[in-house]
């Protein structure tokens, strides 16, 4: 039988994929056969942890560290990648942080440049260096991380994170546009509230049980539920999908 989600061959860059969405991410898409190189920043010693769990599955992975806010940094990533796994056919763009919550009134210039630096430019910067080759080869599939704090405008002091995901979400469209015609897909997937380290970090379990109480699911979301959608998205079976952001929210904002 043909399975339209086998992604062999393929080699997929995933940004953030030392925990989390992006770590699930990387296991799937090397899983479904795909050579798979780990972008992250501080946590080393978790983007390890990734890659030799997938080479002792059999698979084939790579770590690489890289300030994706740096045009240089995400130059010298995407050429390690190609050179150790060759040209990238599925760039996931998963780096970003809420950084803190604040109120606007205490935000401060360099802590809204670090909230859109990470979640805005990182994604525009690996999509302008990873889409030259695409467009060379006119294949590829590129899948942005959104949230969904950028359909709702987020919870307590996440004004600049939800800011950044909603720009993400309307670059997803633009470059879908002018991708698109060249063979190459665009689109985003967008979180809801997720048992990630995110929320170990900035919300408080009560914030969590109130979440839970506006999911119709009944439950938080698990980082497999966000890599099962983004493979999806990644490989042929998506192949007439296009600028479009999946929400995977256990039903807490349909659109």
Not at 21 to 43: K, M
Not at 80 to 103: F, H, K, M, T, Y
Not at 176 to 192: C, D, F, I, T, Y
Not at 225 to 252: H, M, P, R, W
Request: proline share 4%.
């Amino acid at each position: 039988m043909q399975n339209y989600l086998d992604l062999t061959g393929k080699v997929a860059l995933i940004t953030g994929a030392s925990s989390g969405i992006g770590a699930a991410t990387a296991t799937v898409l090397a899983d479904l056969g795909a050579r798979v190189a780990i972008g992250y920043h501080r946590n080393q010693k978790g983007a390890e942890q990734v890659r030799d769990s997938i080479v002792a599955a059999g698979g084939k992975a790579i770590a690489i560290h890289a300030d994706v806010r740096r045009a240089g940094e995400v130059r010298s990533l995407v050429k390690s990648a190609v050179d150790q796994l060759g040209p990238i056919d599925i760039l996931v763009n998963n780096a970003g942080s809420l950084v803190e919550r604040r109120p606007i009134l205490e935000q401060t210039e360099e802590i809204l440049d670090e909230i859109m630096d990470l979640n805005l430019k990182s994604a525009m910067l690996c999509s302008q260096v990873v889409g030259a080759s695409m467009l060379a080869r006119k294949t590829g599939a590129i899948i942005n991380i959104v949230s969904i704090a950028g359909r709702n405008g987020g919870g307590p002091g996440a004004g600049p994170y939800a800011t950044a995901k909603g720009g993400l979400i309307t670059f997803t469209k633009a470059l879908a546009k002018e991708l698109a015609p060249h063979g190459v897909r665009v689109n985003g997937v967008s979180p809801g509230v997720i048992d990630t380290p995110f929320h170990e970090v900035f919300s408080t379990p009560e914030m969590i049980r109130n979440f839970v109480k506006t999911i119709p699911l009944g439950r938080v979301g698990t980082s497999m539920d966000c890599a099962k959608v983004i493979a999806f998205l990644a490989s042929d079976a998506a192949s007439y999908v296009v600028g479009e952001t999946v929400e995977v929210n256990g039903g807490q904002l349909m659109l």
